[in-house]
């Protein structure tokens, strides 16, 4: 884990980032609605007793003196598939004291790599220093239990407050032209009002972005976006402690359990063998060879829009499939459009990243499409499948930000479910990656979490809306956590989409 320190210099001016000489930015000064207060208290985490500042690392959670028992709850200890087990988890600061109050961030998983098997568990905080991690025993055989500190308490207070004080850290720049004057200026969703702003507030959206205005030019000479800078100089490198990777792991070996019937709703799926099967829900397929997508997606139009992590998406169709040839549209690498198309089987996919914020290189300006806007453009029908994911970006925002942007995307399928009810609509949640501090300060996986606990509750129960659980389908895997998870993860979310696009016929 990494402890994050507070030690935030609101003095230091850089002077080609005007954005950051400021004492505090407001990104969500709206009036809250009350799904809006409802949705922050169902996500809202156990705070932190009063923090010192500095932090010291000595008070703060250690994995290496935290223990980790499992409860027996059958004598003898046999377990049987259908089965809980239950993991009690007592966390210790560095100097071996147990800490008295919750709201570490844990994640953990029980697996076998030999089976190619592995479940997330869920975590239960008793808000008094420990912990209860709960899996389901789903298969029959070995496994081992791995239980991760993502984050220590400490960290998450810092970690609340950076999006509060400084949602601005990744920083945003436009290219205004015309002619053979240029001017590049700093743009974000929110920025002080301490010189004049060109408003680029969606007219049907009402998504708000905006940028310096340049000294000699109009704002009507915008042309390109692209991510600048990261801020650094947020915590003084003298007074932030990391540690690579440090785990809690027990390794319990050789359990031997009878099959049974089992109905455990939670988590939405596991591995066995290499292959994610579902829990509740639809029957995943395995999709194993080319001719077997194309027949299932053949006379689809399958539109993608989002993040890179849903470009992966693409670019794995476009890999896997021969026939699905990639049309040469002169697009950003990152941002798209992309066009693949398969003539003979009449199969049409489309990617188009979302509108800012998105890190992304240079990308024209008017290339830059709202997912609602974009799906307002849709006719819809039983050929029509809207694929999205969009969490990546949001993390340094407070989450009142992220809640707006997915209110405007949940308006805008409702509307195309209305008009076009058979229209097939999954979303790819958020997941896990691999936390280097800058990465922490910027896209930690806490901000992942409550983003995902936001986007599952905003479009529960829309008929004909399904998701691709990619929290779990990286939780559970044995390869490492990668904000692009690797290839046999990817093939396994293509599984899931697949079997919605096509539902098994036992299914």
């Known amino acids: 884990f990494h402890l994050l320190r507070p030690s935030i210099n609101e003095n230091k001016t850089t002077p080609t980032t005007p954005v950051s000489n400021r004492q505090h930015i407001n990104c969500s000064h709206q009036q809250l609605s009350p799904e809006e207060r409802r949705l922050l208290d169902s996500i809202a985490w156990t705070k932190t007793p009063h923090v010192p500042v500095p932090v010291s690392l000595s008070t703060t959670s250690d994995p290496a003196h935290s223990t980790f ?235 993608m829009y989002g993040d890179s992590t849903m470009r992966q998406w693409f670019e794995h169709l476009s890999r896997v499939l021969p026939d699905l040839k990639v049309i040469n549209l002169h697009s950003s690498t990152q941002c798209g459009p992309f066009m693949a198309v398969d003539t003979a089987r009449n199969i049409l996919v489309k990617f188009h990243c979302h509108a800012p914020p998105i890190r992304s290189y240079t990308v024209s300006s008017i290339k830059l499409g709202y997912v609602s806007n974009e799906l307002n453009w849709l006719v819809g029908g039983s050929n029509t499948v809207v694929v999205f994911s969009i969490w990546a970006h949001f993390g340094t925002y407070p989450v009142e930000v992220y809640i707006r942007r997915l209110q405007s995307i949940r308006r805008a399928v409702q509307r195309l479910l209305d008009r076009a009810p058979e229209t097939l609509v999954v979303i790819r949640t958020g997941n896990l990656k691999a936390l280097t501090l800058d990465v922490a300060l910027s896209n930690s996986d806490w901000y992942s979490l409550q983003r995902d606990k936001v986007l599952r509750d905003m479009f529960k129960g829309l008929k004909n809306v399904h998701l691709v659980d990619a929290w779990d389908m990286v939780l559970a895997h044995h390869l490492p956590h990668d904000l692009h998870p690797p290839p046999p993860i990817i093939k396994n979310m293509i599984d899931v989409l697949l079997s919605y696009i096509c539902p098994p016929k036992n299914g």
């Open 69 to 303: 028992t499992i409860l027996l709850v059958r004598a003898g200890g046999q377990w049987h598939v259908g089965d809980e087990l239950e993991a009690l988890i007592q966390i210790c600061d560095f100097q071996g004291r147990p800490k008295q109050f919750g709201g570490d961030f844990l994640v953990a998983r029980l697996h076998d790599q030999t089976l190619g098997a592995g479940v997330a568990g869920r975590v239960v905080d008793h808000l008094n220093g420990y912990y209860t991690a709960v899996f389901p025993l789903l298969w029959e055989g070995q496994a081992q239990v791995e239980v991760t500190l993502v984050h220590p308490s400490e960290a998450i207070t810092v970690l609340r407050r950076l999006n509060m004080e400084h949602p601005d850290r990744v920083e945003y720049k436009s290219v205004f032209r015309s002619g053979s004057v240029s001017e590049t200026m700093v743009c974000n969703i929110c920025l002080p009002q301490n010189q004049p702003l060109c408003n680029y507030t969606d007219l049907h959206t009402g998504e708000p972005w905006f940028c310096y205005k340049p000294r000699n030019l109009n704002c009507e000479t915008r042309i390109s976006h692209y991510k600048g800078r990261v801020s650094q100089n947020l915590m003084d490198k003298e007074e932030t402690d990391g540690i690579d990777k440090t785990c809690v792991l027990v390794f319990l070996n050789h359990w031997l359990y009878k099959k049974m019937v089992l109905d455990f709703p939670e988590p939405a799926g596991y591995y066995y063998q290499g292959a994610w099967r579902a829990l509740g829900g639809a029957t995943v397929h395995q999709f194993n060879d080319a001719s077997a997508i194309s027949q299932c997606l053949t006379d689809k139009v399958v539109h």
